[in-house]
Nanobody
Framework: VQLQASGGGLVEAGGSLGLSCVVS????????IGWYRQAPGKERELVAL???????DYADSVKGRFTISRDNTKNTAYLQMNSLKPEDTAVYYC?????????WGQGTLVTVSS
């Protein structure tokens, strides 16, 4: 299973950015797709998660600002990030869970300037 993340970049505080994650190589439905992030000097943290049934969960720090979604016909997950803050600056990773296995994409850097 391979994950290809894209969409990172530089944006001013208050702006928006969208990330995409294409999942390939799986014959089975992905149980969960998640977006994680890791800021310099910090541990990787869960940002948002979506299940195969489209149930979602968010870190408190992004609730109301970020939206995770998935298009199963395109094997793609999305993370729409609005009202970005400098503290959202991090490398963002997509993750796919085909239980009991975990798969990670390469990171994409999001930088929010103040």
């Amino acid at each position: 299973v391979q994950l290809q993340a894209s969409g990172g970049g530089l944006v001013e505080a208050g702006g928006s950015l969208g990330l995409s994650c294409v999942v390939s190589g799986s014959r089975f439905s992905i149980d969960f797709i998640g977006w994680y992030r890791q800021a310099p000097g910090k541990e990787r943290e869960l940002v948002a998660l979506i299940s195969s049934g489209d149930s979602t969960d968010y870190a408190d720090s992004v609730k109301g600002r970020f939206t995770i979604s998935r298009d199963n016909t395109k094997n793609t997950a999305y993370l729409q990030m609005n009202s970005l803050k400098p503290e959202d600056t991090a490398v963002y990773y997509c993750n796919a869970k085909l239980l009991p296995n975990d798969y990670w994409g390469q990171g994409t850097l999001v930088t929010v300037s103040s």
